[in-house]
């Protein structure tokens, strides 16, 4: 094994996302410049919860979690600029460029060659920007004032998408009215309805705006960051990841060292950490479930014996309490650990990780991870997973695409390694919880009919009545019947409700719809991918696979199983 694989894990820090929006004109850009490195030393942190702001100081001291900063800037005169230098010198910061236009319209925007050559300067600090409109606004319109009109809602959407991920925002701000689409005081008044924290900044002083009494950065975030990084980490896990990746493969032995080693070092032990906590609380968060499903049947079971047989009900009411009680304590400590969102969390941004490793092998930068609108309720820009997968990416070094490299063993290594090994683990799953399925529907089936022949059975039993001169043997046996019926009638629904339970819990149908149809466009897009006759085409494909088969796939997965609970009744 590498160097480079034995090294210790870098933590990955919590970065405070300062989004900004402000003039042109500035009079005063010392000044301001000031005031945002003091907000930075005296403002920022304060803003967390006063637990929270405990906890980034013990994180300090135990050099766990890191705070540090992101500035998102367009990077235009003024303002943009200045906040941004100000953000960067603070140690650590980063910058990301979000760029209204396409580059060429932008720079015709900026007055002196001087303006234009700072923008290139700063635009070089971000890994990678965000542009917002890549056609030139002359291919579009030839009237200037349509012109004028595309560039003020190219102006409006850079904005938006600010506030959209950022934290907090600092404006440098008149306080006047916007004189157009996408002016200072319309990103202002979105970042309010947004309840990002505004901090106003003019003629000298700092003002920050109430958005609606919500002051508070978020925490979760912050501490599931810190969680992440006090995971520990199985040096045995690395080396089964260089093995599958590029040891077991034979088509994988020409791809260089540095590559290897840059995978090894900066991104196989983000993904063992993430792969190993989501096993081991899926693990817990499913013994849970199967716990408290069969414990539940079977307090009823043992009530049904209190009520049926009073000679022993101390017995069957006893058994009865302490199962309950394990129940309890089972559901507690379930919602005490978190075992599910630590579980689904986890799983996503492994399999984002897994992903970004072909990618980086192949030279090919992912896109950013997109947050479709239908999925506010269940996972947002702001998650700690985005946060750290950008952390993560953002440390590799550029990736310069796969022109240059042998594009076609590229190639055959993403249909072997990637793709065709995704279609045998989704096959795998397809029939494995299919068959779940199929079980636990089997035991349905027999439990109520079942339940309905104890049922049928017990009325015949009451119409019959034995004579009182019958022996004691029939007597006997007609009180068994009747409680053993009576039995089964009471424990069979509460099976059959347990059955049901676990099916829900485990989603095993739609697990293995889901599974089916991704063996489907895996083998299609394998196809299409088999079928690139030039690199440009494979590196399509390529991104077609990770953001819209595998991110859209794993964001499906997330939405169902968020709200996937154990529910005891």
């Given at each position: ?225 810190d969680q992440f990084n006090r995971q520990p980490l199985a040096p045995g896990y690395l080396k089964s990841l260089n093995r599958n990746y590029f040891e077991a493969a034979r ?17 196989f032990p983000y993904y063992a950490k993430a792969s190993d906590a989501a096993k081991v609380s899926q693990k817990r968060f499913y013994n849970a479930g199967k716990t408290i499903y069969a414990l539940s049947a ?272």
């Open positions: 094994m590498s160097a480079a694989m034995t090294a210790s894990v870098e933590p990955i820090p919590y970065r405070i996302r300062i989004g900004v929006t402000g003039h042109r004109s500035l009079h005063d850009s010392q000044s301001i410049e000031a005031l945002v490195k003091q907000l930075l030393c005296t403002q920022f942190k304060s803003l967390f919860p006063p637990d929270a702001q405990a906890q980034v100081e013990r994180m300090k001291r135990a050099g766990t979690t890191p705070v540090l900063y992101r500035v998102l800037s367009s990077l235009a005169e003024g303002a943009d600029r200045v906040v941004a230098r100000a953000v960067l010198s603070d140690p650590g910061a980063r910058l990301e460029a979000v760029i209204p236009l396409a580059v060429e319209d932008y720079l015709a925007t900026f007055e002196s060659d001087e303006a234009r050559s700072e923008f290139h300067a700063l635009l070089a600090q971000s890994r990678k920007p965000v542009v917002m409109r890549a056609r030139l606004l002359r291919d579009e319109r030839s009237d200037p004032a349509a012109q004028a009109e595309l560039r003020h809602q190219a102006y409006s959407r850079a904005g938006r998408f600010v506030v959209d991920h950022c934290d907090v925002l600092i404006a440098v701000w008149d306080g006047e009215r916007a004189r157009g689409v996408g002016g200072t005081a319309e990103i202002v008044q979105y970042a309010l309805k947004q309840r990002r924290p505004v901090f106003r900044i003019w003629h000298g002083s700092v003002h920050l705006i109430n958005a609606g009494n919500h002051l508070a950065l978020d925490a979760g975030a912050l501490m599931a960051v088509i994988a032995r020409w791809i260089p060292e540095s590559v290897r080693s840059m995978v090894n070092a900066r991104l079977a307090a009823v079971g043992c009530a049904a014996v209190g009520v049926l047989f009073p000679v022993i009900a101390w017995l069957g009411f006893t058994a009865e309490l302490m199962l309950l009680g394990i129940i309890l304590l089972t559901l507690w400590q379930a919602e005490r650990r978190h075992s599910r969102e630590i579980w689904i969390e986890n799983r996503f941004l492994a399999e984002r990780i897994r992903c970004g490793i072909f990618m980086a092998i192949c030279g090919v930068e992912p896109k950013p991870i997109d947050v479709l609108p239908f999925m506010g309720y269940s996972q947002t820009a702001n998650d700690w997973t985005v946060r750290a997968f950008d952390e993560i990416w953002d440390r590799l070094p550029p990736l310069r695409g796969s022109v240059g490299q042998d594009w076609r063993q590229l190639r055959l290594y993403i249909r072997t390694v990637w793709i065709r090994e995704q279609i045998k683990f989704h096959q795998i799953k397809t029939v494995k919880e299919g068959r779940a399925a199929r079980h636990l529907a089997l035991a349905g089936k027999i439990v109520l009919p079942t339940t309905l022949a104890a049922a049928a059975l017990h009325l015949l039993l009451l119409a019959w009545q034995p004579a009182v001169a019958a022996a004691e043997s029939v007597h006997l046996l007609h009180l068994g019947l009747h409680r053993g019926l009576a039995f089964v009638a009471l424990l069979f629904p509460a099976v059959a409700a347990s059955l049901a339970g676990m099916e829900a819990h485990r989603e095993h149908r739609r697990l293995e719809k889901r599974s089916a149809n991704m063996c489907r466009q895996l083998d299609r897009i394998g196809w299409e991918m088999k079928l690139a006759a030039d690199p440009e085409r494979f590196e399509a494909l390529l991104q077609h696979l990770d953001e819209e088969v595998m991110l859209r796939e794993t964001q499906d997965w997330l939405m169902l199983m968020r709200y996937v609970e154990i529910k005891a009744g």
